[in-house]
């Protein structure tokens, strides 16, 4: 009966004693990492993996439009604007080119000729200034043929003709009718050219306007045409309507400066004029109440009556 029992004993401690070594055995294999699975077949695997990778396709991304690349002129000096300038403006800044040049050279000419004949209108004035009677001062502007001179040879001339009318008051009032025709005549030789410098100085502000208007203008077009506002763009037109403006100013300014100071000096020659037919009235008037002329009077009334 206990040989019975010692044998239903033994299954149930093979049991546990299997129990309890497999036990430790479990915890370890949690322990452990797991092992990677290897595919059996490598290539298969291979070709799966880019597939896996791959996204999966989205909507296509809008292309960018092609960037305009544009490059300012390299020569932005006055000449290089020039050359790369519209034919109309081209025109216009030849024609204020040949205006400042045409504005110079009439001062220069000007210039020149208004002060030598200041210079020797007031050299002959002293002269008359010094003379004492008309028999002197004939000597002195003797050789003589502008400025006073031609006063002197007009009141000659008139006091010839009235040898036989010496009235003191009616021989300096026809006089001063002849100097006041030769002051006239001296007057519109000296303003000669000086229309011109007004022309030009009222003219040309507006003629480099419309060189400024026709460059923009040309730049507007050039956004137009590219459908960009870029500088390159821009910027040709620009630099072509400001030198245009450049060019009338400088034509301008010089000009009417000019037209002011001749103004002045003319004026001061007329002066001049005046102060000369000053002069020789007076050694008229002089010569009248000394009784100087009446041997002219007296040839006068015989070549009358040998007639």
């Known amino acids: 009966m206990s040989q019975n029992r010692q044998y239903a004993r033994r299954p149930l401690l093979a049991a546990l004693l299997v129990i309890g070594l497999s036990l430790p055995e479990a915890g370890l294999a949690q322990m452990s990492p797991a092992a990677p ?129 010496l009235s003191p008051s009616g021989v300096k009032e026809r006089i001063a009718s002849r100097f006041e025709r030769i002051e006239a005549a001296a007057g519109r030789q000296m303003i000669r050219g000086t229309g011109i410098l007004a022309t030009i100085g009222a003219t040309a502000p507006f003629v480099g306007l419309f060189g400024t208007v026709w460059g923009i203008m040309n730049s507007f077009i050039g956004i137009s045409k590219q459908h960009t506002t870029n500088l390159a763009v821009v910027a040709p037109g620009i630099a072509e309507a400001l030198l245009a403006t450049a060019l009338g100013l400088v034509a301008a300014i010089p000009a009417v400066v000019m037209y002011n100071l001749f103004s002045r000096w003319i004026a001061n020659y007329r002066a001049l004029h005046a102060d000369a037919a000053a002069e020789i009235l007076r050694i008229v008037s002089r010569d009248l109440d000394r009784g100087a002329f009446e041997h002219r009077s007296a040839d006068r009334r015989r070549a009358v009556a040998a007639e």
Do not use: C, H, Y
């Open 37 to 165: 699975i290897v595919p059996a077949n490598p290539a298969s695997a291979n070709s799966s993996a880019p597939a896996a990778a791959t996204p999966a396709p989205s909507a296509p991304a809008a292309v960018p439009a092609p960037e305009i690349l544009l490059k300012l002129p390299r020569d932005l000096s006055p000449w290089g604007m020039f050359m790369a300038a519209d034919i109309v403006v081209k025109a216009v800044m030849i024609g204020l080119v040949f205006a400042s040049v045409l504005t110079w050279t009439i001062w220069f000419a000007k210039a020149i000729e208004l002060m030598m004949v200041r210079r020797r209108m007031q050299a002959m004035i002293d002269m008359l200034s010094q003379a004492r009677s008309w028999s002197d001062a004939s000597a002195r502007m003797k050789g003589l043929d502008d400025g006073p001179a031609a006063l002197f040879r007009a009141a000659d001339a008139e006091l010839r003709l009235s040898a036989d009318a």
